[in-house]
């Protein structure tokens, strides 16, 4: 790739190169649930930028994926958050951490806050603001953008305006002045990439082309309906409405629920139709299917762009780059011959090493097989989704209002462990148990609701002493990192 790349670097450099600190003008959207640590690392490391998608994230978990980029590239990269899709106490904390951990910048949406831009910029944050009017990219500017992100109604996901997005590119870069625009929307193409840069664009936003990558947090299914569908499939509709302002429109790959199979989208109940990270999921929820999703994919959200034409596999992020690259530089010849000049192979992939080829050395010396890892980290995961569904329930049972609220902190530190181990099980390539354990059913049973708090109580000191005891066992450091993190949560006085 490094041929291909040398080239693009020299031949599409641009403004927001030089602010963004990537090689090439190709930007990763901030795509909520999908665009997580590993696509950002992938995508910077092949000399682009990226944007964690962390729409509705709680602090510590962007705080967390904000390092775990760190740790695997030493290129800049941002955050997304979306004031309009997020409770608003529960914004300010996601701002508040973006400003600690010193992120390089922050990409909003849906709404213009000059006061939420003026505390980025005043800490040192570029501020980037993706529109979908003219109109609104003026009242980004005015409030202190410092680059516009000019969404066509081509676009995958939530979809700002009705604008195709070649008009409002050129549109939103007459009147931009010295602010870089990027283009998004519908760009999964060389042809797509020169088209943008040829009017005026600084760069090019992509998100469908790089959901469907090995990298991507997306589910396998979301994935290969992209690969499997076209343009024409793709329609803009407010069937997905759940956790977003009302008028929100989505462009999605058509399904049971857009062909009208489920009913009217805006009825008062709602099925569930899934779960993820012990959160159940509703059918008509913004929600999209992910890696650790279970239950009707069909019926869920398959964010798509226009450009689903263009992919025709799942690869990496990388060569989906490298790809988009070269037909780029086909379309823009060199005057002095040097596209001609021979390509070097790309290095060969080099494959992760089997998690449990060192099984029997670990066991030798110790250390837990990865069976017996897999083992532990699925009991947590039943012992934590029964905890998260405990502490819920107890949320509500409570009459004592401090003590209500110190239950839903512990509702959000189980979920936040769910998801922890999720991850882990995961990254270890496995799938993850889908059983709840039967501490909730045992809690239940229990009459006076303290005596229920001091079961549940009971439950964390054990959850504590499972993992006292397999701390010393394990190898892996990041997964001795994580699961520190998550005996922290769960120490008590009584532990």
């Not at 993820?276 to 890696?291: A, N, V």
């Not at 501490?439 to 708090?453: G, H, Q, T, W």
């Given at each position: 790739m490094q041929n291909v790349m040398d080239l693009a670097a020299s031949r599409f450099r641009t403004k927001a190169c030089d602010i963004l600190g990537c090689d090439v003008p190709i930007i990763l959207a901030g795509m909520g649930g999908v665009a997580r640590s590993e696509l950002v690392t992938a995508v910077s490391e092949a000399g682009g930028y990226g944007f964690l998608g962390m729409v509705r994230e709680s602090p510590r978990f962007i705080a967390r994926q904000i390092r775990e980029v760190r740790a695997g590239t030493k290129r800049e990269f941002g955050v997304n958050i979306i004031p309009a899709a997020t409770p608003p106490d529960l914004f300010r904390r996601q701002v508040d951490v973006c400003i600690e951990e010193h992120v390089h910048s922050v990409c909003l949406f849906w709404d213009v806050d000059k006061d939420v831009i003026s505390r980025l910029r005043d800490s040192g944050i570029l501020v980037v603001c993706q529109i979908g009017s003219v109109a609104e990219a003026k009242e980004a500017i005015d409030a202190g953008a410092q680059m516009l992100i000019a969404q066509g109604v081509e676009a995958g996901g939530h979809v700002r305006g009705q604008i195709a997005r070649a008009t409002l590119l050129r549109d939103t870069v007459a009147i931009a002045g010295d602010i870089p625009v990027l283009a998004a929307g519908g760009i999964a193409s060389g042809a797509d990439f020169v088209a943008a840069l040829d009017l005026g664009a600084s760069g090019a936003v992509l998100g469908t082309a790089l959901l469907a990558t090995k990298e991507s947090f997306a589910h396998d299914y979301h994935k290969q309906r992209i690969v499997d569908g076209s343009s024409v499939d793709t329609l803009r509709t407010q069937d997905f409405h759940i956790n977003w302002p009302e008028g929100a429109f989505v462009r999605v790959l058509k399904n049971s629920v857009t062909d009208g199979a489920h009913g009217d989208p805006f009825k008062k109940a709602f099925d569930v139709i899934?779960?993820?990270?012990?959160?159940?999921?509703?059918?008509?929820?913004?929600?999209?299917?992910?890696?650790t999703t279970t239950g009707d994919l069909e019926s869920m959200a398959i964010y798509a762009g226009k450009g689903t034409d263009a992919i025709h596999d799942v690869v990496s992020a990388a060569e989906r780059i490298e790809t988009i690259l070269k037909d780029a530089l086909a379309l823009r010849p060199a005057d002095d011959?040097?596209?001609?000049?021979?390509?070097?192979?790309?290095?060969?992939?080099?494959?992760?090493?089997?998690?449990?080829?060192?099984?029997g050395d670990d066991a030798y010396m110790g250390f837990l097989s990865h069976a017996e890892v897999i083992e532990l980290l699925n009991t947590l995961l039943e012992a934590e989704r029964a905890g998260a569904r405990s502490a819920a329930r107890l949320a509500v049972d409570l009459a004592d209002p401090k003590a209500r609220s110190e239950m839903k902190n512990l509702h959000a530190d189980e979920v936040f462990c769910c998801r922890l181990l999720l991850d882990e099980i995961v990254r270890l390539g496995e799938s993850p148990s889908q059983r709840t354990g039967d501490?909730?059913?045992?809690?239940?049973?229990?009459?006076?609701?303290?005596?229920?708090?001091a079961f549940l109580a009971k439950g964390q000191r054990w959850v504590a002493r499972k993992l006292r005891e397999a701390l010393p066992k394990i190898r892996s450091d990041q997964l001795h990192a994580r699961l520190s993190e998550m005996l922290v949560l769960h120490e008590t006085p009584e532990a």
């Open positions: 899934g779960e993820d990270y012990g959160r159940s999921l509703y059918r008509f929820s913004t929600d999209s299917p992910l890696r011959g040097a596209q001609h000049a021979e390509e070097q192979a790309p290095p060969p992939e080099l494959a992760s090493p089997s998690c449990s080829a060192s099984e501490f909730y059913d045992k809690l239940m049973a229990i009459e006076p609701v303290a005596d229920r708090v």
